[in-house]
């Protein structure tokens, strides 16, 4: 995947197998995968040796079966297992294969629940690449795919790029407050009862790792009580554990969505895998009505296998409680390259999900458009690989996110790399 026009001005290494937290190419070396892959890889690339038995044992089992026709036994246990780790009334429903998919699964159960066709999200989001899930999109990738299907209305959240709702000396519960009202004049204005969800992911992750100050989101759901509309969260990136809590809305007291959409680190995507899981009054309004999405490989088994393991060793392991005890030592090596890189203007953090925000020297994101910081950009990147590191990237922001399974010491490693490699990005940006 190629984030901005820097896309094929470098080479990508040949990956030959993985261990671990490191990846190594067909040259023999090594590298520490600082945003498990699309921040999907997240027990890293050797699996419990129980999830490969599953796969195996599936596959020998009943290695496919059509959902509406014979339902595997694992599915059973897998919906068992989801109801137990989702929270409130939220039961699984349908199981697609990615993120996209599952988003376009749930606004489809959104529209055909409420007898409404609007969804509203945010700009600055990502929620996929299918029709839908695009259109929902709120960053520049909507544009790049064409942006012509209808029904779909941009909000602001508290995070607008210019200017803060409430004033530019606002705090952060003024900024909450402007929000919403905002956002309850925009909803006034395309009719309530034209409005089937409200769609946001509970960290914006691609967007740069915002997390939604107190009471936004518990604004968010009371909004939706208030006018009938379901809250539908995107746990596509922070799901399974990613934020240090199992789903990233239970960051936010109280707030309980109505359907909630999962993948990556359902399955640490070692096979393609998402879930969409829904309120108990939603799914007794399909027992007798199609969902009306479908797909061959909904519910696969052995996909269904290997998620069923994955998050059985993410439980026996306390995974979420190992991401908890080391956030604080992820977020003080980010506060460190604050420090010590003048192109760094700030970082934000949330349990293994982090993102550095780029400045130039007048203390403005440069802009890809610029040749100077394409160019800045681009030495920065190879320096990252040289150093050892491969991860997405997605300027002006420095996503980090490495294997939810990674140790302290290599944590520090894969620090002291970046911190390398920002040495590079200060010389190229002129400081
Ligand atoms: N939603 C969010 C929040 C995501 O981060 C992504 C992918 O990065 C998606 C949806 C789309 O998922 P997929 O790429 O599996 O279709």
């Not at 969902?291 to 994955?310: D, F, K, L, R």
Request: hydrophobic share 35%; aromatic share 10%.
């Amino acid at each position: 995947m190629g984030w901005g026009p820097n896309k094929g001005r470098h080479a990508v290494p040949n990956m030959t197998h993985g261990e671990g937290v490191y990846l190594f190419d067909d040259k023999g070396n090594k590298y520490l995968d600082w945003t498990s892959q699309a921040v999907c890889s997240n027990l890293g690339h050797d699996l419990p040796e129980a999830v490969i038995e599953a796969a195996e044992y599936q596959m020998r089992l009943l290695p496919y079966a059509y959902g509406d026709i014979g339902q595997p036994e694992v599915r059973t246990r897998m919906n068992q297992l989801m109801n137990e780790i989702l929270p409130g009334d939220l039961r699984a429903a349908v199981y697609p294969s990615s993120g996209s998919e599952a988003n376009e699964a749930g606004i489809m159960m959104a529209r055909r629940y409420t007898g409404r066709q609007k969804i509203i999200s945010w700009y600055r989001s990502y929620h996929g690449a299918t029709s839908n899930s695009s259109a929902a999109t709120g960053d520049s990738r909507r544009w790049l795919n064409g942006d012509s299907t209808p029904g779909f209305v941009k909000a602001f959240n508290p995070f607008p790029l210019f200017f803060k709702p409430g004033g530019q000396n606002s705090t952060e519960a003024e900024m909450v407050e402007s929000s919403l009202v905002m956002l309850e004049e925009q909803i006034l204005n395309e009719g309530p009862d034209n409005i089937a969800s409200i769609m946001t992911e509970s960290v914006l992750g691609a967007g740069g790792c915002f997390v939604f100050p107190e009471g936004y989101m518990q604004g968010i759901r009371a909004l939706c009580d208030q006018y009938g509309i379901l809250m539908h969260v995107d746990e596509v990136m922070m799901g399974f554990g990613r934020t240090g809590k199992m789903f990233g809305f239970q960051n936010y007291d109280g707030v309980v969505p109505d359907i909630v959409t999962c993948a990556k680190g359902i399955s640490s995507s070692a096979v393609p895998m998402s879930m969409v899981a829904c309120s108990g009054e939603v799914l007794d309004f399909f027992e007798d009505k199609s969902i009306g999405w479908g797909s061959t490989y909904q519910g696969h088994p052995v996909a269904i296998a290997v998620s069923y393991e994955n998050t059985k060793y993410i439980l026996q392991n306390n995974i979420v409680g190992r991401v908890q005890a080391i956030a604080p030592l992820f977020e003080s090596c980010m506060q460190r390259l604050v420090e010590d890189h003048p192109c760094i203007k700030q970082y934000r953090a949330i349990g293994l999900f982090g993102c550095l925000d780029v400045q130039d020297i007048n203390g403005k994101n440069p802009k890809l458009q610029h040749e100077a910081a394409h160019d800045a950009f681009f030495e920065y990147k190879k320096e990252f690989i040289r150093q050892g590191l491969v991860g997405l990237h997605r300027y002006p922001h420095i996503h980090c996110a490495p294997p939810l399974s990674i140790t302290e010491d290599e944590l520090i490693d894969g620090f002291e790399r970046l911190d390398r490699a920002l040495d590079v990005l200060d010389e190229a940006l002129g400081f």
